[in-house]
């Protein structure tokens, strides 16, 4: 059974830094997608970043390019997201997602398919 567990999630100002980290228990295929998306209420979820799990092209939201940045480890199965220059735009709920599993790395970084599993989420809040 896979498990996603989000932390590090928090309030900050703006032009401050987050790092939120993803632990995905029971995901171990090398032809996963792991994926940030986050969600304000009352607006469509955003994809944030997509990495496949066993490398090839990250996608980064136009949004979030140049500031925000990933760190994946296979080993401990965790995908981390660290925020910098954050803005009051990025206040949301993020959420992390795995798969979906058995596709290329292009569907992962395309976002053509929905990921199969999903985490509680953790809230950013960013104050100006």
């Known amino acids: 059974q896979v498990r996603l567990a989000e932390s590090g999630g928090g309030s900050v100002q703006a032009g401050g830094s987050l790092r939120l980290s993803c632990a995905a228990s029971?995901?171990?295929?090398?032809?996963?997608?792991l994926s940030w998306f986050r969600q304000v209420p009352g607006k469509e979820r955003e994809r944030v970043v997509s990495?496949?799990?066993?490398?090839?092209?990250?996608y980064y939201a136009d949004s979030v390019k140049g500031r925000f940045t990933i760190s994946r480890d296979n080993a401990k199965n965790t995908l981390d997201l660290q925020m910098n220059n954050l803005k009051p735009e990025d206040t949301a709920m993020y959420y992390c997602?795995?798969?979906?599993?058995?596709?290329?790395?292009?569907?992962?970084?395309?976002?053509?398919?929905?990921?199969?599993?999903w985490g509680q989420g953790t809230q950013v809040t960013v104050s100006s």
């Open positions: 997602a795995a798969g979906p599993v058995g596709y290329s790395d292009y569907v992962c970084w395309s976002g053509q398919k929905e990921p199969t599993y």
């Open positions: 029971g995901y171990t295929s090398s032809s996963g997608c």
């Open positions: 990495a496949y799990r066993s490398g090839g092209r990250t």
